[in-house]
């Protein structure tokens, strides 16, 4: 099992930026990603990061403006995100998988989560 914190959640204008943070029990050899869900849909993948950080996967939605990055000393996955726009709001959630696993696995494949940070984006 992995225990997940995340923390930099926040209220912030449109076209600004946040950069979240997940503190990890452990981060080496597992594949990590964020996840955001709004009241009434699914849970959905943004972004994911390989084992290694040699790979990773962005959704349609947010390339271009969120970047995944680990921290392997400091045991922490960030994602930093820009250019934010309303649609963006949403419950952020770090989420870790053990391998084997894929970057893009989803929902179903990941099975550790933290407790979520909110993100709300106003226009």
């Known amino acids: 099992q992995v225990q997940l914190v995340e923390s930099g959640g926040g209220s912030v204008e449109a076209g600004g930026s946040l950069r979240l943070s997940c503190l990890a029990s452990?981060?080496?050899?597992?594949?990590m990603g964020w996840f955001r869900q709004t009241p009434g849909k699914e849970r959905e993948q943004v972004a994911g990061?390989?084992?290694?950080?040699?790979?990773?996967y962005y959704a349609d939605s947010v390339k271009g403006r969120f970047t995944i990055s680990r921290d392997a000393a400091k045991s922490t996955l960030y994602l930093q995100m820009n250019g934010l726009k309303p649609e963006d709001t949403a419950m952020y959630y770090c989420?870790?998988?053990?391998?084997?696993?894929?970057?893009?696995?989803?929902?179903?494949?990941?099975?550790?989560w933290g407790q979520g940070t909110q993100v709300t984006v106003s226009s």
């Open positions: 989420a870790a998988d053990l391998p084997p696993c894929e970057v893009d696995g989803g929902v179903r494949s990941f099975q550790n």
């Open positions: 452990r981060i080496s050899r597992i594949c």
């Open positions: 990061i390989s084992s290694l950080g040699g790979s990773t």
